[in-house]
């Protein structure tokens, strides 16, 4: 059973992608381009499979019954997901869960909440252990974000260093 | 200066912490070079030639004396004694070891500095003009809003991944010392009718493999709106700038394949759209950071320009110093264009002397320059005689600024793996052929600027006098420019014709200055001037006239 990190946990991945077999139980992830042209065809709560180059306004009005966004990381620099998720979560105001897949390294993560992602399928050779503590790189932050870190731009109670 | 607080400490921290789980993972092993890569690089780590180079964050250009003796600190215990300052005003250092970067990076933010966003495909160090808070001519001081935009671009959440590195300098000058139209964004402040302090926005503009001018986005963008446009320029950017090519990634390719009408459109429609949840500047934010950079407590002097009648004196003030705003003070010009040496290069025991100087004379402050000299910038006119002896003691005191031989010259061959030609010997070539201080102040001033490859860090295409090194064949060739400028109106330089041999280019460039001599309308027409009113015609025709009877 292939793992994930949802909501800083490990578990079981439900999702199955096109050309893998099915399994019982499983959700099938669609494409964007098959949720726009049948999405009252699909079975509900649906999951889609977001490529960098998908506009994510076109896909907002259709948001109803979808429970899964999983946007892909096709290779390391990839960095279009993280508009894509900032404005899924802060414009369009999806609230369920927004999946990073693909070329991510522990060293994203903590971008990625930052976003608004809340799941992550990362690379098979991560360890899953040090993924989680990566979440904590840092404990501030200047700009706001999703996760529980406030932007720090108006500090007139932090103290200043001595010295 | 701005000064940490407790967040900006524990975040520099934090970064350095990670940096060095990275880096242990990458020796261990576990991370190959290809994931190696891209966390380096937002780090400032290259790896070059002979040895990892490691770039230093000198935001917008500004250090104290203690962060100037930490560098160079680093300088000699984990390089080879000196650092080499940017075109982004920044300090490079060309033989750390890879395993003690880490340890570089503690020590540097025990002083309240980092290597964060130095290089990759993330938002600079943000520049800024080096006579900011003290030019007579700015409209308010620039710095403050560097510190904002500095805060809100370290590790922003959504613009850390971008297709390309992207630039931003801010200036408040209409001189724009900046540089601000070459870069991907330049922020210049502007006063509206009613006297509110807002800014102008341009975007676009680079040098690099396809130089373009900066085209202006917004005429007047409201204080309060600084934030939430340059999140638009970058949303837009970081979803529709290419990601196939990385010779077309840079935003400025984005804003002419779009056209800058479609651009600005949409720009100012996802600023609009994200208005909601973009950052506001609050009067209050912006005060807060203006007290960061309130003014030294200047004496009160009269205005006194030392009277010494030592030519050297003389000539020294006359080209390595500036006016300053309060009366009795002057800008003082460090050069680090003494003939024979690296431009830019300063030994450690150079920046540890110019610390003390900063502190017995300009309040413990310096600046670094984008054509890579250091700036006293608060000194008693009082104080000068006895500042240009110590700095004559140190070779800082070249009286060059602004002539030929301060030109600004990128690592080259010598030390980057991306170059196809030298810079560094080019500069001494030049030096030694333009040795004669007369003759230089006799041309005036004359802006060389040099790149060891299209990538452009030594800004070719803005020098009056260009100069790029090509690969020819495996030997290395030089394309000569003439007619650029980053002052406002920026200009980029015409190539003249065919590139020259190494050997030749010193000749070349004196073939050029034979044709301005003889052409110029009085001294006071400059080389720039004299090129863009005539043209490349006679330049070219004194540089070829070899190749006319060969044809």
């Known amino acids: 059973m292939r793992w994930i990190i949802r909501r800083r946990e490990i578990v079981a991945d439900e999702l199955r992608y096109a050309g893998e077999p099915p399994v019982p139980g499983a959700v099938a992830v669609h494409g964007v381009a098959q949720w726009l042209a049948a999405s009252g065809q699909l079975q509900r709560p649906a999951a889609l499979l977001l490529s960098a180059t998908d506009e994510v306004e076109a896909l907002a009005p259709h948001l109803d019954g979808v429970h899964w966004i999983v946007i892909e990381f096709a290779k390391i620099g990839e960095g279009r997901g993280y508009s894509q998720a900032r404005m899924l979560r802060q414009r369009y ?14 060293d994203q993560l903590f971008l990625l909440a930052r976003c608004g992602f809340d799941a992550f399928d990362l690379d098979p050779a991560e360890d899953p252990a040090a993924a989680l503590a990566a979440f904590d790189s840092f404990s501030v932050a200047y700009q706001d974000g999703s996760d529980e870190l406030v932007g720090v731009r108006q500090r007139t109670l932090a103290a200043p260093l001595s010295g | 200066m701005y000064r940490y607080d407790q967040i900006d400490q524990t975040l520099v921290n934090e970064r350095v912490a990670q940096f060095r789980d990275q880096t242990q993972r990458f020796l261990a092993g576990a991370l190959s070079e290809d994931e190696f890569r891209p966390l380096r690089l937002r780090n400032g780590l290259y790896i070059q030639r002979f040895a990892p180079m490691l770039r230093v964050a000198i935001p917008y250009g500004l250090l104290s004396s203690r962060q100037l003796r930490m560098l160079a600190h680093i300088a000699r215990r984990y390089d080879r004694d000196y650092g080499h300052f940017t075109t982004r005003q920044n300090i490079q250092y060309n033989w750390p070891k890879l395993e003690q970067v880490p340890d570089i990076l503690a020590d540097l933010a025990s002083v309240e500095m980092h290597a964060i966003q130095t290089s990759g495909n993330c ?33 922003h959440p959504e613009f850390s991944y971008l297709p390309r590195k992207f630039k931003i300098a801010v200036t408040a000058s209409s001189s724009d010392r900046a540089a601000s139209e070459v870069h991907d964004v330049g922020v210049r402040l502007k006063r509206a009718a009613d006297g509110a302090l807002g800014f102008e926005i341009l975007a676009g503009g680079g040098l690099g493999r396809t130089p373009i001018i900066g085209k202006l986005i917004r005429d007047y963008l409201p204080q309060a709106d600084l934030l939430a446009y340059l999140e638009a320029i970058l949303r837009v950017y970081n979803r529709h700038g290419r990601r196939d090519n990385i010779h077309k990634a840079r935003i400025k390719i984005l804003v002419r394949s779009l056209g800058v009408e479609e651009f600005r459109r949409q720009v100012e429609q996802e600023f609009e759209a994200n208005r909601e949840f973009a950052p506001r500047l609050t009067p209050q934010e912006v005060e807060r950071m203006r007290d960061f950079f309130a003014p030294p407590p200047y004496q009160p002097l009269a205005d006194a320009p030392p009277d010494a009648a030592q030519p050297a004196f003389q000539a020294w003030y006359r080209y390595n110093t500036r006016a300053h705003k309060v009366s009795g003070y002057r800008v003082v010009l460090v050069s680090l264009k003494k003939h024979g040496e690296v431009p830019g290069d300063a030994s450690a025991a150079q920046m540890d002397a110019l610390a003390d100087l900063a502190e017995q004379h300009s309040f413990g402050m310096l600046r670094t320059t984008h054509d890579q000299n250091l700036v006293l910038a608060d000194v008693p006119q009082r104080a000068l005689m006895a500042l240009w002896q110590a700095l004559d003691g140190l070779g800082l005191a070249t009286p060059n600024i602004g002539t030929l031989t301060d030109m600004i010259c990128c690592p080259g061959l010598d030390f980057c793996s991306l170059a196809n030609a030298g810079s560094i010997p080019i500069a001494k070539q030049i030096h030694a052929r333009f040795d004669d201080l007369d003759y230089l102040y006799d041309l005036g001033p004359i802006e060389v600027k040099m790149s060891g490859c299209m990538n452009a860090c030594g800004h070719h295409h803005i020098g009056h006098i260009g100069i790029l090194g090509v690969d020819k064949h495996g030997k290395e060739w030089y394309q000569i420019t003439i007619g650029g400028s980053s002052a406002a109106p920026a200009a980029l330089g015409e190539v003249i014709g065919p590139s020259v041999a190494k050997e030749a280019v010193a000749d070349t460039i004196a073939k050029l200055l034979e044709v301005y001599v003889r052409e110029r309308h009085g001294e006071d027409e400059r080389f720039l ?11 070219q025709e004194r540089v070829y006239e070899m190749d006319h009877s060969a044809a």
């Open chain 2, 123 to 155: 938002i600079r160090n943000i520049t800024a003009d080096h006579l900011a808070g003290v030019a007579p001519e700015e409209i308010a001081d620039p710095r403050p809003y560097c510190e904002i935009i500095r805060q809100w671009a370290t590790l």
């Open chain 1, 93 to 106: 105001g999806y609230p369920h869960e927004l999946r990073a897949r693909g070329a991510i390294k522990r």
């Open chain 2, 529 to 539: 001037d004299t090129v863009r009113r005539i043209g490349l015609e006679p330049f």
